[in-house]
């Protein structure tokens, strides 16, 4: 139990679907960041949140709509996605921004399947 | 570009040690950490460097040379539990971390 909590667990959604994966921390930490790990590749940064205000946004498909209300809260809404969206969507949090040995906590992970 | 370098695969024997290297080509260098993760569970904090020389903590230990771009994790007395992947990650200057896609470690009796 990292802290760092994500649900659903798995999501099975066709193409013209629209559904959200939710994630909280119970951490107390700043800044807040959406992955997509797929098999054998790298972690992929999708958004990060610091203060509730977006820093980045590493060209992801407008299919993809993050929202962050809160410092605790994180969102990530979907909608007419393809088959390769199918992957694990890992939320992680961190105290802050950068500043030296800025360890993330991950939340286990939803594993979406896109029919 | 930005690439982490790592092996895909390694085997191991329990009680054994292994190392696992990374190496890494940034836009700036702000830290390396590395992470464990095992099958269907969510990556684990295990190391961070930011000065050259060895970090140990425990039965793993991590290397960096900043001026090789090379890092290591070094696990010793080895236990079947260790069976995971091993993820380095280099913080670039814009505070963003920089993934390798993972070491699979097998540990065989």
């Known amino acids: 139990e990292t802290g760092v909590t994500q649900t659903p667990r798995h999501l099975v959604m066709g193409m013209t679907n629209k559904k959200s994966l939710k994630c909280e921390q119970h951490?107390?930490?700043?800044?807040m960041y959406w992955y997509k790990q797929s098999a054998k590749k790298p972690l992929e940064l999708m958004f990060v949140y610091n203060f509730k205000e977006q820093t980045e946004n590493n060209s992801v498909p407008s299919r993809f709509s993050p929202e962050c209300p809160n410092s605790s809260h994180l969102f990530l809404h979907l909608h007419t996605l393809q088959p390769e969206d199918s992957a694990l969507y890992l939320c992680?949090?961190?105290?802050?921004?950068?500043?030296?040995?800025?360890?993330?906590?991950f939340g286990p992970g939803t594993r979406l399947t896109v029919t | 570009g930005q690439n982490i370098d790592q092996p895909t695969e390694m085997t191991a024997t329990e009680g054994a040690i292994v190392q696992i290297n990374c190496t890494y080509q940034t836009s700036g260098f702000n830290g390396l950490f590395w992470y464990q993760q095992h099958a269907g569970e969510a990556p684990t904090f295990l190391s961070y460097n930011v000065l050259d020389g060895l970090e140990e903590k425990g039965r793993f230990s991590s290397f960096l040379s900043r001026s090789k771009g090379y890092s290591y994790l070094l696990l010793k007395e080895l236990q079947m539990k260790d069976s995971a992947s091993y993820l380095c990650a280099v913080e670039d200057s814009n505070y963003q971390l920089i993934w390798g896609a993972g070491t699979k470690l097998i540990i065989k009796p």
């Open positions: 951490l107390g930490h700043n800044a």
């Open positions: 992680a949090s961190s105290q802050d921004l950068g500043q030296g040995a800025n360890e993330q906590y």
